[in-house]
């Protein structure tokens, strides 16, 4: 599927003592670029909560750190969803600064009902938007 990029600047608060990004903190840019995702393909979080009573939670996700990001450097993280069937999306993400790969994660999201925060399936809207991203 489409791979989708989402341009992230590291500011002085995203590093530690030394100039280096806090590992947490890749997190954070990749569920920046998640959000946006979402939002490039018409849909708000807030949106799907309030009438669609969906919301999104990380199951589980397996990083890899390649390269220190430091204070000040542009990155890009590089997002492509590699499945989504039933109540679970995954995703491929990579952040990179310029050709340097600096860090990569496997994440699965699950689709949760937002009163009970039990897992629903996808709603079938998104699942088609997804599907024809092909």
């Known amino acids: 599927m489409t791979e989708f990029e989402w ?28 959000t946006e ?5 018409g849909f708000e979080q807030d949106v ?9 939670a990380v199951h589980s ?9 430091k204070f000040n450097d542009a990155l890009v993280v590089r997002s492509q969803i590699v499945k989504a069937v039933g109540a679970r999306m995954e995703f491929d993400q990579k952040i ?3 050709d340097e790969l600096l860090c990569q994660a496997a994440v699965k999201i699950a689709c949760l009902d937002a ?10 809207f998104l699942l088609m938007e997804i599907q024809s991203e092909h």
Not at 37 to 41: P, Q
Not at 61 to 69: D, H, L, S, T, V
Not at 115 to 124: E, K, S
């Open 37 to 41: 995702w979402l939002r490039a393909l």
């Open 61 to 69: 996700m397996q990083i890899n750190f390649k390269r220190p990001a």
């Open 115 to 124: 009163n009970r925060f039990r897992p629903i399936p996808l709603p079938p």
């Open 48 to 56: 799907l909560i309030e009438q669609h009573q969906c919301l999104f």
């Open 7 to 34: 341009p992230v600047r590291v500011y002085y608060e995203d590093t530690d003592s030394g100039g280096v990004v806090y590992h947490s903190n890749y997190l954070n840019f990749m569920e920046r670029a998640r």
């Open 96 to 98: 990179y600064r310029g």
